[in-house]
């Protein structure tokens, strides 16, 4: 999981509540991703941020939203429009214009 | 647009035999080309990849893949399987054109060592 932490690791959210993932890197990499995983869907891309005060969406950013202040950090949150939220998050960052990913060790998020 | 199969959702190994875990992409240009693996409730894990070079690239834990371009392949192979691989392995491709690109991921292959 290299030097790129992810809390909590376990989050229950009601119905109709705002949650946030924290994301934290002290890799010195530019380059921050959000991803969903489901089972047999491989990775979903979220939002992307390649320098700080700057993100994109990705492929699914409907109910999501970032914050990239930091270079060490970038948060991500889950919204209550986001209709189907029970899924597997995680994080990654990349040094190189490869764009090889680090990833984090996620965080499970259950819709009560 | 880049696309990246997976076509085995399973592939079932014995212990100390050799393994082989299927990689097809399709990108406009040419690839970067990754494997991860995941254990269970656990990140990715970088493997190996490959931007240029060397069709055969080595990577961690003894795992190698073989960039076929006529095939438009990246296999993953290890000579000689153990327990302690099973897990879930990922294939994902860039295209190497042009500015930003984001990576594909596939859906991925469990692999089940056998002892």
């Known amino acids: 999981d290299g030097g790129i932490t992810q809390s909590p690791k376990y989050l229950f959210r009601k119905e109709g509540q705002n949650v946030t993932l924290s994301c934290e890197q002290n890799?010195?990499?530019?380059?921050m991703y959000w991803y969903r995983q489901d089972p047999g869907q491989g990775l979903r891309l979220i939002y992307y941020?390649?320098?700080?005060?700057?993100?994109q969406k990705g492929d699914i950013a409907e109910g999501y939203s970032v914050s990239r202040e930091k270079k060490e950090s970038f948060p991500l949150t889950v919204t209550s429009a986001q209709k189907n939220p029970t899924a597997f998050y995680l994080c990654?960052?990349?040094?190189?214009?490869?764009?090889?990913?680090?990833f984090g060790p996620g965080t499970r998020l259950t819709v009560l | 647009a880049q696309s990246v199969a997976q076509p085995e959702d399973q592939v079932n190994v014995a212990e100390g035999n050799p393994l082989t875990v299927k990689c097809t992409y399709s990108v406009s240009g040419n690839p970067y080309l990754f494997w991860y693996v995941q254990y269970p409730n656990r990140g990715l894990q970088f493997l190996l990849k490959?931007?240029?070079?060397?069709?055969l690239v080595k990577g961690s834990y003894g795992f190698e893949a073989e960039f076929n371009k006529s095939q438009t392949s990246f296999h993953l192979k290890k000579p000689s399987a153990l327990v302690s691989d099973s897990a879930l392995y990922f294939c994902?491709?860039?295209?190497?054109?042009?500015?930003?690109?984001?990576?594909?991921f596939g859906t991925g292959t469990k692999l089940q060592v056998i002892p």
């Open positions: 890799l010195n990499h530019d380059a």
């Open positions: 490959y931007i240029t070079g060397d069709n």
């Open positions: 994902a491709v860039r295209d190497a054109s042009g500015g930003y690109q984001k990576v594909t």
């Open positions: 990654a960052s990349s040094p190189d214009r490869a764009n090889t990913q680090y």
């Open positions: 941020s390649q320098i700080v005060n700057d993100f």
